[in-house]
């Protein structure tokens, strides 16, 4: 249609404008300015074409019997429970958001690339601000694949697993610990002295903490699916320093990058 952008910017503003997005938001997240969308979406009304690259929508694993990446599912799962929402937008549509650290380039990148494996033709958006990253991506049944969605914080209600998501858990734990620990999670050196000696000796620890109950639950079992021994420390804070339970977290979680 000649815009000066390119096709695949327009392909993406118009889908994010069918799913409900502001024109405002739409226009920051694609760098053009208001009119700009308003523009593009007058042009393909009055010639009939399809808008955002007429992409199918994507079907719901829960509601519609499609597959899932279950792999990618437990992963995006640990996410969400640490360090994710979600929120009705408009048109019946969900906004599942995920905030880490804008220094962890590539755990971004995973995150969004996550977010296309559990739902494809996604379009996730990454969005900064005061040190953090949001990775953004819309759908009607995110609610539907994370039932555990509902109002208030998460540590203020309950929350537990359906049986479709323990089975997935059961299959793929050490994904599900990644975006825990990745989300809610660190791996520190700490140190340690013996009683009546000043040396000390350092020694590598993964620690997660969090407000509820029950998702530190959630990280307990998981850990004990493999083996992986593990204390509390602290009401709201799990710890493995094990040195054999260390090295095989290392193994699929590792330091953040």
Known sequence: MGHIRSQETVDSALRMSDNGVSDKTN???????IKTIRRWRRLYQRRGMPRGGSRPATPCPRCDGAELDEAAYALLLGWYLGDGSIARARRGVFTLQIINDERYVELNQEIAETIKRVKPHASPCLRGGGGAIRVEARWKHWPCVFPQH???????????????????????????????????????????????????????????????????????????????PWRHPRWDTIAVSRKEAVAALDTFVGPKS
């Open 27 to 33: 226009a920051e997240i694609h760098g053009v300015g």
């Open 150 to 228: 509902g109002p208030g914080r998460k540590h203020l209600r309950k929350i537990e697993l359906a049986d479709w998501q323990q089975e997935i858990v059961a299959r793929y734990p050490e994904q599900l610990l990644r975006g825990l620990f990745h989300s809610d999670g660190c791996r520190v050196v700490n140190w340690a002295s013996r009683p009546g000696r000043e040396k000390r000796y350092f020694y590598v620890r993964y620690q997660f903490s969090n407000r509820s109950d029950d998702i530190r639950k959630i990280l307990t079992d998981a850990l004990d699916l493999l083996g992986i």
